[in-house]
């Protein structure tokens, strides 16, 4: 059984520990922001759009780019392999531009591959992939023929034609 000035000086000491437990250094390890290697965007892309005349459609930068030290490149359906030079970049820049009007039927999407290197041929990054999805415009009206037709009395219900015919672009 404790007197009550023993039981004031055992909450004065647990509340000064508390306390100093608190004020002492509250992480050991710091966090710090890590910077991502490269800045790409995916890109959407709608089918029929001119996109010709901009600077670039997405721009692919390294982090240790520090002024001419890296060259960038593109490689995959699209850039390098038919259709070719589709996208091109510029490899000073980092800007990738489109130099023809995409066409969703023919291709829904180009996986692109994003390469930097030193002026020395080092790779300055891992690879980056670049998909660039085409968004699709109706382009191709709806073609409906009349269809005549009759039910016979007393059918059973639950029966369904249907006709789906698919038209591509000319």
């Known amino acids: 059984k404790l007197n009550i000035q023993k039981q004031i000086q055992l909450v004065c000491v647990v509340s000064f520990q508390v306390l100093s437990a608190e004020s002492g250094p ?5 966090l710090r922001r890590k910077k ?15 996109y010709r005349h901009k600077e670039f459609i997405v721009k692919i930068r390294s982090d240790k780019d ?16 038919e259709p070719l030079n589709l996208f091109v970049v ?7 531009r489109i130099t023809e009007l995409l066409d969703r039927e023919k291709r829904q999407f180009y996986n692109l591959t994003g390469i930097a290197r030193f002026k ?10 670049l998909t660039v999805t085409v968004l699709d415009q109706n382009d191709n009206a709806p073609y409906f023929e009349l269809q005549m037709g009759n039910i016979t009395e007393e059918s059973k219900p639950g029966r369904v034609t249907f006709l789906n015919t698919y038209q591509p672009a000319a």
């Open 66 to 81: 520090l002024g001419e030290l890296v060259d960038y490149y593109l490689t995959g359906e699209g850039a390098d392999k």
């Open 120 to 129: 020395d041929g080092k790779k300055a990054e891992d690879d980056v992939p």
């Open 36 to 50: 991502r290697e490269w800045i790409l965007p995916p890109a959407k892309l709608m089918e029929n759009t001119d």
């Open 90 to 96: 510029d490899r000073k820049t980092g800007f990738v």
């Open 26 to 30: 509250r992480r050991q390890k710091t």
